[in-house]
Structure formats: structure tokens, C-alpha cells
């Protein structure tokens, strides 16, 4: 065979193989009152796949292995092998509830009831059972939840709410170093409010596991005057050195004082689920006087704290309320007309180390209901 037919079938060989490894782009396919995000794996109805490198430690326990109904992970080394079923995990047809019920914030998506939530039922607890065990380091459990995340095919609104919390029927979620805190509270001349402060604060990953709070910029109006200036000393600062883990509850929990806001901090997801058990009984009188190494921060009524995910916008940080979408941030940045930017919209998503595109059809605005993980990259 001439070299110049070897040369070129090789080239040809080569390409075909590039292709195959090349990843694939996420897919948004609209259904019935939302959508569905195809993940970019091979096969994605597949309910089976592997996670390389998925923890650090590589031990043989029994506490490593999880298999119930819908969720199965198994251990090869470090990686982890998973069959997951998507299906029980969409809301169950005509079980829609209205956003604003068990008092989360007003005007977010409805949420539908589950078949069977093996997510939080199973999943969640197992790996805090195997990080106890030391099958999972700190670091690992939220990566590998994330990771089984990405693999699924699900609408992101049901996403974002496996993942930091049921908000709309619990009233609080769990956040992490993507989010960031906005306090927003009054400035007073002779006990009369003539202002307002709004004061920002960065969320940062902690050594050991969850974050830690640093204070970053604040923005005062008094009488229509703006100044801008560091954020100012606030209890947030003063969380104990190791409670980095942080769950922020909506509901109103005081009859006395109707405040309405409240965020827990503990040493571990562990501490902090019981941390919550204890806040749920008595939130007035756990806040009083909180376990030893955990916070509990009240917030009074004529107060605002709350989180604010990060993505990234036209090349710059930027950030959506809770369970936020793609139309959120479009009018948060002076798009009246969202759909306007359908035809030049670009949304990219993290999948295993990687940005990759989503794909979806621009005579439909369903990617307007796009709600973010965080992280995600869009330009328009």
C-alpha cells in the first residue's frame, strides 16, 4: 500500500478517534409544563455509569457500599461505579404545589412530589455515613454527589432542589462556596429610618470541609445618595472557627418578634443535620443558646439575609436568587425582553472537569426556565 494511502487512512483513524472521546453537549428537551436536561454522557438513559477518581482514600468497608431502591454505588479503587434511576426522581403528574407553600420565599416554581426520593432518602445520608467511615474525605462527598447529579436526566428546577434542599416544601436549603450572602438592613438617624445598607459577603471553600464567610463590599442609600465602601462587621464574621457547614431556613419561627430568617452553622453535615433536628423543636430557644461549635443566627424582621448563587455573564461574576433561571438573570441585567436574546444565547455547563455547550431549540423560550447550579458560563 503506498505510504501517501497509509498516511491518509491513519489521519482518517485518528480523527474518527478524536471524535468518539470528544464530549458531547448538554441538551435541554422541553416538555410538559418545564423541561428535561440531557446530560453529555454516552447513552444517557442508561442508568449505569462510572465516576473516575471519585473519592481519595481507596478502602474496602461495608459502610462504603450503597444499594436500595433506585440508587446503587459500589466501589473499584477510587472509582465509583453507579446505576441511578432518573425516572422516580420527576415530580409524579398532578402533584404541582405552589412555590411560596411551607413558606419558602414568595414567587419561586412550583415543585412537584416525588415517587420516591432516593436522593435525599438514601443517597445524602449514605455518604455522610461513608465519610464517617473514612470511605470519603470531607472534599469528596459534595463532589460525588454533584457528579451522580450531572448524570441524571432531569428538569434543572428538580435538580437544584436535590441538590441545596426542598425549599418550597421544608423552607430552607444548604449552601456552599457558589453562593454568596446579601444583607440588607436599615440606617437609622434619631431611631427613623432613612436608608437602607445592602452588604455582600463571599462564601469560600474551608479546608476541611464546607466554607467560611469574608466580607466583601456594601452599598448604602440614604435619601437617594449611593455610596460604596467594605462590608461592614456582622455576625456572620464571627461564625464559630469550624462550623463551615451552613443551612439557611425562609419560615417564620417566632411568634414574639415574626422574624422570619434564620441560618445554621455547624462542624459537619452530620452535626448540622442535627444542629436543624434541634432548631425545628425550639427555633426561638436553640438560637438562645445554640449546641457548642454551631451558630444560629436570627434575623429580625426589618432585616433581609439571603443567598445569591454565582454564575458567570458576558465574561463576568454575577448572581441569581435562589433556584434563579436564565430569564432572572437576563432582567437582573436590563434585558427587558428576554426571549430578545434566544437566537445568540450561549449556556455553558460543567460536565466531569469540563464546560460543554447546551444544545437547545431557539424558537422555544423553555431555556428561560433554565435554573442554575452555579458555575454556569452564558453570553448572548
Known amino acids: 500500500m503506498p505510504r501517501s494511502l497509509l498516511a491518509t487512512l491513519a489521519a482518517v483513524l485518528l480523527l474518527a478517534s478524536c471524535a468518539e472521546r470528544r464530549p458531547a453537549a448538554w441538551r435541554l428537551v422541553p416538555q410538559d409544563r418545564g423541561h428535561r436536561l440531557i446530560p453529555p454522557r454516552p447513552n444517557p438513559e442508561d442508568p449505569a455509569f462510572q465516576l473516575r477518581r471519585a473519592r481519595t482514600p481507596s478502602r474496602k468497608n461495608p459502610a462504603c457500599l450503597l444499594d436500595k431502591p433506585g440508587i446503587r454505588l459500589r466501589w473499584k479503587g477510587r472509582d465509583a461505579q453507579v446505576r441511578a434511576d432518573s425516572a422516580s426522581l ?6 404541582l404545589l405552589e412555590g411560596a407553600g411551607g413558606g419558602a420565599p414568595a414567587l419561586q416554581p412550583a415543585v412537584g412530589v416525588l415517587s420516591a426520593n432516593w436522593y435525599s432518602g438514601s443517597l445524602q445520608p449514605s455518604l455522610l455515613a461513608q465519610q464517617q467511615a473514612g470511605c470519603l474525605t470531607p472534599a469528596d462527598a459534595p463532589q460525588l454527589e454533584r457528579r451522580i447529579l450531572d448524570h441524571l436526566i432531569l428538569p434543572t428546577s428538580h435538580a437544584y432542589r436535590l441538590l441545596y434542599g426542598e425549599y418550597a416544601m421544608l423552607g430552607f436549603i444548604d449552601i456552599d462556596a457558589r453562593f454568596r450572602l446579601r444583607a440588607v438592613e436599615p440606617i437609622r438617624q434619631q431611631g427613623v429610618a432613612v436608608g437602607y445598607l445592602t452588604s455582600f459577603y463571599l462564601l469560600q471553600p474551608a479546608p476541611s470541609g464546607g466554607v467560611t464567610v469574608a466580607p466583601h463590599s456594601s452599598e448604602s442609600n440614604v435619601k437617594s445618595v449611593i455610596t460604596h465602601g467594605p462590608a461592614p462587621d456582622h455576625p456572620l464574621l464571627h461564625l464559630p472557627p469550624h462550623a463551615t457547614h451552613l443551612r439557611f ?5 417566632s411568634t414574639t418578634d415574626d422574624r422570619r430568617i434564620a441560618l445554621l452553622a455547624a462542624p459537619s453535615a452530620v452535626a448540622l443535620n442535627q444542629a436543624a433536628t434541634a432548631f425545628e423543636a425550639d427555633p426561638e430557644g436553640y438560637c438562645a443558646a445554640p449546641t457548642q461549635g454551631t451558630a444560629c443566627i436570627a434575623v429580625p424582621k426589618d432585616t433581609i439575609i439571603g443567598p445569591e448563587l454565582r454564575i458567570r455573564a458576558q465574561g463576568r461574576e454575577e448572581y441569581v436568587p435562589v433556584a ?9 441585567l436590563n434585558v427587558r425582553n428576554p426571549a430578545s436574546v434566544l437566537p445568540t444565547l450561549q449556556i455553558h455547563r460543567e460536565y466531569e472537569g469540563r464546560f460543554l455547550p447546551i444544545q437547545f431549540d431557539r424558537t422555544n423560550p423553555a431555556i428561560l426556565g433554565f435554573v442554575f447550579l452555579g458555575g454556569e458560563q452564558v453570553t448572548w
Open 324 to 332: 434563579g433561571n436564565v430569564a432572572d438573570l437576563l432582567r437582573s
Open 249 to 253: 431556613f425562609f419560615r417564620t419561627f
Open 90 to 95: 420527576s415530580a409524579i403528574p398532578g402533584t
